[in-house]
């Protein structure tokens, strides 16, 4: 069956401008979260959804990052007034349950973020 | 949050065993080990998890230590293909996000 699919891809934008990431989850998959990987690293938490809902939004950096998940299904993270820090990989992925430790996180191929 | 440390690269010679260790000495109880790997341009994906006991799945096999306080991710014989980086990451029960480190690049020689 289909994966998590990120779009776009890549996403090239100045600095200053907004930004919208999507991600469209493992159908059927209740828990949803968003990670960043900068060059180097391992990835980051940002968010994390249970259906609708953000249930942990402590990752996120700063209030010019915010993310939704109306429907419980496909999520956008919105990134304004971009800085150039922001550039990085954008890692999504979901999972049927989430609070069982046993289960396993899914991801997409990422969206990379570059900001000039 | 719980910490792992792991060895930053390691190499292997094709058709050969793996093993890549990681210490969690701040383990507790309910921690979950999980192993996720990163290859090229894309995501993580799942290669194993355990509690106390050893595991093995198609993939790999988790060792872990009596005490639990160190694990070794056993890949029995690399191929090219496995090059990628490794993560070990402690998951605590009823907890939902992984705490990644920086990993271990591994490098398989043909």
């Known amino acids: 069956g289909a994966g998590v699919s990120q779009t776009p891809s890549n996403k090239v934008t100045e600095k200053g401008k907004y930004v919208e990431l999507r991600c469209d989850p493992i159908s059927g998959h209740t828990a949803l979260y968003w990670y960043r990987q900068s060059l180097g690293q391992g990835p980051e938490f940002l968010i994390y959804?249970?259906?609708?809902?953000?249930?942990?939004d402590s990752g996120l950096p700063n209030d010019r990052f915010f993310a939704v998940r109306p429907e419980g299904s496909v999520s956008t993270l919105k990134i304004q007034r971009t800085e150039r820090g922001d550039s990085a990989v954008y890692l999504c992925?979901?999972?049927?349950?989430?609070?069982?430790?046993?289960?396993?996180?899914?991801f997409g191929p990422g969206t990379r973020l570059t900001v000039l | 949050d719980a910490k792992t440390t792991q060895p930053n690269s390691m190499e292997s010679n094709e058709e050969e065993p793996v093993h890549l260790p990681c210490n969690h000495s701040t383990i507790s109880g309910t921690d979950y080990i999980h192993w996720y790997r990163q290859l090229p341009s894309q995501g993580p994906e799942y290669v194993i998890h355990?509690?106390?006991s050893n595991v093995n799945n198609r993939m790999a096999s988790l060792a872990i230590a009596e005490d639990r306080k160190s694990s070794t991710l056993i890949l029995h014989r690399a191929t090219l293909r496995d090059a990628a980086v490794y993560y070990c990451i402690l998951r605590a029960s009823g907890t939902y996000k992984y705490i990644f480190g920086t990993g271990t690049r591994l490098k398989v020689l043909a």
């Open positions: 992925a979901s999972s049927p349950r989430a609070t069982d430790s046993t289960d396993t996180q899914y």
């Open positions: 959804f249970q259906g609708t809902g953000a249930a942990d």
């Open positions: 355990g509690l106390t």
